[in-house]
């Protein structure tokens, strides 16, 4: 067993990176992540395997420091919260445009505009739909505990290299600010510059004899071309929605009723479900790890089994359109939520369970 | 007529030039008379002759020089309108005994980028900024720019440039001269023999002072002209440059060796 520890998320995250070999970090302080730079800051990484920190001008220039180290074959990241990521997805778009591999957490608080610093899940119609503009999606990965704020951390980077494209971990402000037990895996070296060079051919590294230029852009200025290479991210899409789907199922096998969730709110329903059970109603949750891929198939599957099905998310009703089209109209899906950074309790998601789905 | 092969007329003593070839066969997609393609190739030369090549690492930026990674032969990103500076940040930190540069307009370094380059500056990132600054935007079709004189027509202008609505034109190379992040500043042109010679020289200090480590950001403006933007001939344009755009931004070095020598 590795070393324990209790932990923020926000620095469970932190110490994720540095122990995942992670090149470097660039960041702005907002509220709820702050933790993460303030974490950084304090643990000198660069002592302890090298690691770059630094604190950004801005989220914009944040995510643009982490395009230019990306594009070099490093393993580059940067976290904010909702305010500073709808600022990055400049940065993000042209990321995905240039098909580079990052790692951007957002620990998500209600909004709009400046909104709230408390709690929320609103964010997830810009973190899976696109968010930035052009069409490209980014993998979405939903940590729903503390734990999973470390571990996800190497999940993010295996994946963004296999595809060259942009990972997002749709934190929010309840998995950031709890403290939990972490389990520390033992860290994972740094590659060396020469390990970045032969495994990313196609990074800017400095252009030796042996090979043509590397260019790293977004720009085709011939729309022919611009359509090739948006088939391409479509293709890889797709190839991302059939391999990479990630869900974790409780008590879904004699259930009537499905939960679905994700993140603290699928901790949250977790609870429900047992007090639900307890009254005698067969519920249970399908959590869902990535929210892009969406597990589709396994909630069209569900949706022959269970008689009706509550999306609890801390928002007006995002995730529930997912649901509801992979359920096409089979069973009845209705919607709880709570909004501006207000957290729903267990016995409010259970008498939702009652009042909308079962007394409805 | 006797034909002569190219072998025979480019014989060894009657070379006098050599392209490059840290500038590709590409055919420049800047106006005839514009300065960016004299600017590149000083460049390129330069990152030739110190043998720099396989260490480079070049931002080209949102304007007309977008695509000046086709013309450039090191390896090359292509940020975001403005962000060239951050993205040369996040390689040099990662990357620090690489040589790494940007290559600006006036509206990407000195309007959106404003806040980049100001910081990148003020952090003393050891990069170079190279800003090419003919006071319009010439990609968009000649709209305004933060650089565009006063009474000076654009697009966005079109009666010329109302200090009082518009603001004024900004002199962002005075002031990033001002910071102790900045090591070496100045402000070049290319229009002449004599000021490409000096420019380049200018462009080699830079690259020195990168690659020797010294404390700071080297920044070369090199004020230019945009004859199509300024509606004029390229001889026009450049006449137009040497009466209005050279009085209120002056040739030369403003801080060497990290000390102020601007008046």
Known sequence: MGELRLMKGNEAFAEGAIRAGVDAYFGYPITPQSEVLEYFMAE?????TGMVVLQAESEVAAINMVYGAAATGKRAMTSSSSPGVSLKMEGISYMAGAELPGVILNVVRGGPGLGTIQPSQADYFQATKGGGHGDYRLIVLAPSSVQEMFDFVRLAYELTFKYRNPVMLLSDGVIGQMMEKV???DPIPRRTDEDVVRECPW?????PASRERNIITSLNLDSAVQEKHNHKLQEKYRKIEETEVRFEEFQCNDAEYLYVAYGSSARIAQKAVQIARAKGIKAGLLRLITLFPFPKTRVAELSGKVKAMLAVEMSAGQMVEDVRLAVAGKVPVEHFGRMGGMVP???EVVTALEKKIIGG | MDEKTYNEIVSSENMVYTK???????TLSYCPGCGHGTAHRIIMEVVDEMGLQENTIGIAPVGCSVLAYEFMNVDMQQAAHGRAPALATGIKRTWPNKIVFTYQGDGDLAAIGTAETIHACN??????IFFINNGIYGMTGGQMAPTTLPGMKSSTSPYGRDVNMMGYPLKITELVAQLPGTYFVTRQAVHTPSNVRKTKKAVRMAFENQLNKKPGLSFIEIVSNCNSGWKMTPV?????MVDNMFPYYPLGDLKVDG???MK
Request: net charge neutral; glycine share 6%; no cysteine.
């Open chain 1, 183 to 185: 389990e520390l895996a």
């Open chain 1, 203 to 207: 990074a800017t590294t400095g252009k």
């Open chain 2, 123 to 128: 952090r003393g990132e050891n990069i170079i």
């Open chain 2, 20 to 26: 490059t070839s840290l500038m590709t066969d590409k």
């Open chain 1, 345 to 347: 309790s267990p016995e």
């Open chain 1, 44 to 48: 000198k990484p660069y002592e302890r």
């Open chain 2, 259 to 261: 000390v102020l020598t």
């Open chain 2, 236 to 240: 026009q344009a450049n006449q137009w």
